[in-house]
């Protein structure tokens, strides 16, 4: 008797099967890959730093000292809600499939297009960030008037080396995402540890004193000028909006993880966990670190780099500074893996424009190959046309409408249609977390688009209208959802 054949994932295969999918992707991600996945999209060193600027911008000290707890209680109430739901369904495109048998076609149809367009334009925030990181980090800047372009030929370059990462080496995409997560928790100590003894004085009051910095128009994050610190703190809590977010990574690679019921719902908690505490004495020791929260301030988007090289000797700023380049690419690999297995699981139920060309499985890599180079393409198009801030405000508003979606039908359905849970189950705590998540979300659209984001409104109002316009005039009649719609 083959011993495999009592294997965990002879029994990942069977309850896929129940779901009403024939297995096609390897199962080869540990309990620790799969956590690691979106620990690496999370990444504090990518968004934690490239936008620390927008908590410190609106209300100074408290905008991160005090705003980053806030909003990362928020993405743990979404991740612990996902998280119920997703044991229970442990498939590729998790919150779609969710979503359509929680909530029905149209809903499961809505949250695969929002969760993917927020997959791609991750992408494209990541690449784009990294990229302007890394020029602040190096002081160079590139031939005057050509900087679009070589940013554009970069930010392509490093969008087409994930492809072919992600399509020819998942094997060695595996290990690079699970060497992402230790480097992201070394770095991350070396960072705060480096700060805090080179830094001739600390000043915790910083962590809670609330200053007024809107209306700073020169590097700054560029708020309106507004006497309500109140507004003005709610405005900056977009720096942990931002940053807590593809924790759904660990949904979307749920068919390649082994005993995927437990795994995959540990992996999406235990990621925001880690990320929101590591970050928290992260962006602390930041702020603690800078000569004065003014200068930090005037600084804008290259506020860290600055700081960095201020305290650290110049050995060590630069080792320090070259490692989160590295992380942050990484970042940008595991953010592919995500979205490609999104358009694969969405391909796979005929919800795409060329379905069957997308959900094709390359047979030598056990990889959706062709769905890897549709998300990298279209991230790297985003990039190219839509402002970094403006990115990264879109993306986080289109992710979590596509978490709170399955989670609101969730919601309805938990205790009456959907009676059985998976094996990890918040039980009775389920509907307060998911009633929390959705409120959160309703706010979190609101402060999202106000300037200076005011041009997510067109582009999320466009999208919406569009996708609106599409479902009723035939994808009602034609989608026809995933192929098990019972609880």
């Known amino acids: 008797m083959n011993p495999a054949s009592h294997g965990p994932g002879n029994a990942d295969d069977r309850m896929l099967r129940t779901l009403g999918y024939e297995p096609e992707l390897r199962r080869r991600m540990s309990a620790f890959s799969n956590f690691a996945i979106s620990l690496s999209i999370i990444c504090i060193l990518a968004g934690g730093i490239t936008s620390f600027h927008v908590g410190l ?24 809600s996902m998280a119920h ?21 149209g809903l499961g149809w809505t949250t695969a297009w929002f969760n993917l367009a927020g997959l791609v334009t991750v992408l494209a925030t990541v690449n784009a960030g990294t990229y302007d990181f890394a020029l602040a980090a190096m002081g160079w800047s590139p031939p005057a008037g050509r900087e679009s372009v070589v940013k554009l030929a970069v930010v392509t370059a490093m969008v087409l080396s994930q492809g072919w990462l992600n399509h020819h080496g998942m094997r060695w995409v595996t290990r690079l995402t699970d060497l992402s997560g230790w480097l992201i928790l070394v770095l991350t100590a070396a960072l705060v540890g ?61 068919e390649e993880t082994v005993e995927a019921s437990q795994n995959v719902p540990r992996g999406i908690l235990r990621s925001v ?31 860290v780099p600055w700081v960095i090289s201020q305290r650290l000797p110049g050995w060590a700023a630069k080792g ?29 139920d005929g919800g795409l424009p060329g379905s069957a060309w997308l959900r094709r499985v390359d047979a030598s890599t056990g990889c959706p190959a062709v769905a890897v180079w549709v998300a990298a393409l279209l991230g790297a198009a985003f990039s190219a046309v839509v402002p970094y801030t403006t990115i990264a405000v879109v993306c986080t508003v289109f992710l979590y409408l596509s978490y709170v979606l399955p989670i609101a039908a969730g919601w309805r359905a938990w205790g009456g249609r959907w009676t ?10 389920f509907k307060p977390l998911a009633a929390v998540s959705v409120l959160g979300c309703a706010g979190l659209l609101v402060v999202g688009v106000q300037p200076p984001n005011q041009l997510a409104v067109p582009i999320v109002l466009g999208v919406s209208a569009l996708m609106a316009v599409v479902w009723l005039g035939w994808e009602r009649r034609r ?4 192929p098990v719609a019972g609880l």
């Not at 997703?86 to 909530?103: D, E, K, N, Q, R």
Request: hydrophobic share 50%.
């Open 57 to 80: 911008g609106s209300v100074g000290g408290a905008g991160i000292g005090v705003g980053w707890p806030v909003g990362c209680l928020f993405s743990l109430a979404v991740a612990a």
């Open 320 to 348: 320090l500074l070259g490692g989160i380049v590295l992380v942050q690419y990484l970042c940008g690999l595991a953010a592919l893996t995500s979205a490609s297995r999104m358009v694969f699981a969405f391909a796979r």
């Open 479 to 482: 989608f026809k959802g995933p």
């Open 85 to 105: 739901i997703a044991s229970a369904f442990p498939t590729a495109g998790g919150l779609y499939h969710w979503g359509c048998i929680l909530g029905g076609r």
């Open 194 to 254: 480096g700060l805090a003894w080179a830094s001739p004085s600390l000043d915790p009051g910083r962590l809670w004193r609330f200053e007024n910095f809107s209306g700073v128009a020169v590097g700054g994050a560029g708020f309106p000028r507004t006497e309500n610190l109140a507004w003005l703190f709610a405005l900056g809590l977009m720096l942990p909006a931002y940053t807590i977010t593809g924790f759904d990574a660990s949904a979307h690679t749920a």
């Open 273 to 303: 966990l880690v990320s929101g505490l590591a970050g928290w004495a992260m962006v602390g020791t930041l702020l603690l670190a800078l000569p004065s929260i003014g200068e930090g301030v005037g600084k804008g988007a290259e506020v």
């Open 420 to 429: 059985r849970p998976g094996t990890w189950s918040l039980g009775r705590a």
